[in-house]
């Protein structure tokens, strides 16, 4: 069975950092792109950005770029999201996810909260 499992979430101050990470099992990890989104309360999901099955290319949303970093460990089957420099705005559920041929799969979330 598909599993994506997230972890690292957590409170941090305005300008400090969190790692994420993403555990995938029941799929050929290293054969599929994987990404992360986020969600506030009352928003639609957005996409955060991808990575692809390599780890070779990495794409950002516009309000993340340079700050955070996606890679991943197609040996540990698990994908990353570094953030840096955070943002209150950067409150929310992260979420990874990954299309494959039967369906979208996405994992739990967990929260990430900014605030001093």
């Known amino acids: 069975q598909v599993q994506l499992v997230e972890s690292g979430g957590g409170a941090v101050q305005p300008g400090g950092s969190l790692r994420l990470s993403c555990a995938a099992s029941g799929f050929t990890f290293s054969n599929y792109a994987m990404s992360w989104y986020r969600q506030v309360p009352g928003k639609e999901r957005e996409l955060v950005g991808t990575t692809t099955k390599t780890g070779s290319s990495t794409s950002y949303a516009n309000s993340v770029k340079g700050r955070f970093t996606i890679s991943r460990d197609n040996v540990k089957n698990t994908v990353y999201l570094q953030m840096n420099s955070l943002k209150p705005e950067d409150t929310g559920v992260y979420y990874c996810?990954?299309?494959?041929?039967?369906?979208?799969?996405w994992g739990q979330g967990t929260q990430v909260t900014v605030s001093s």
């Open positions: 996810k990954t299309y494959l041929q039967s369906g979208d799969y």
